[in-house]
């Protein structure tokens, strides 16, 4: 036995995970860090509307954080992209970083209501000439085929519509 060495102290574990939520007042935003990933993940599938992170890499001013895809993650991740593109489609390509950088914007949801009613127009249309031309088709397969794209088509745009009308 060596009692002259002294017992090493156990280094406490630095969190490489967090998970942010906006709460019930929006003008709130809630943070957890976690040393397990698992935790995590597990806290943002509870609240869709959340999003879990994992350390990605610290510097002297900044941290970044990689964004763990979850189902709340992923609908962010998108509606950011379509957000960006629809505002390069106008000409207009600015992004405020979070130390200031890049220009400030107005957003405003005017494009997603224009593409609801556009998207609605069309799926009316599209899903009318599926079901015409299913009508005159003889092979049994590929009637119902038809049927059944227009159906689909209808049901999720409708359903998609439902969900981003009162943007």
């Known amino acids: 036995m060596d009692f002259g060495r002294q017992p090493q102290k156990q280094q406490k574990k630095e969190p490489s995970y967090k998970v942010d939520w906006i709460g019930t007042d929006p003008n709130y935003m809630f943070s957890k860090t976690f040393v397990d990933g698992k935790e995590a993940i597990e806290l943002a599938k509870k609240n869709n509307e959340s999003i ?16 763990i895809p979850t189902d709340g993650s992923k609908e962010m991740v998108k509606a950011v992209k379509i957000k960006r593109n629809l505002k390069k489609k106008q ?17 405003t949801t005017t494009e997603l209501k224009r593409n609801q009613r556009v998207r609605l127009l069309s799926t009316v249309v599209l899903s009318s000439a599926l079901a015409y031309a299913g009508t005159k088709m003889e092979n049994k397969y590929v009637k119902y085929g038809f049927f059944g ?16 009308k009162d943007v």
């Open 149 to 164: 794209l227009a159906i689909i088509n209808a049901v999720f745009t409708l359903k998609n519509y439902q969900f981003n």
């Open 91 to 107: 000409g207009i390509d600015t992004f405020v970083n979070a130390d200031g950088t890049g220009d400030v914007e107005i957003v």
């Open 52 to 67: 879990a992170y994992k350390l990605d890499k610290t510097s002297k001013d900044s941290v970044k954080w990689k964004i």
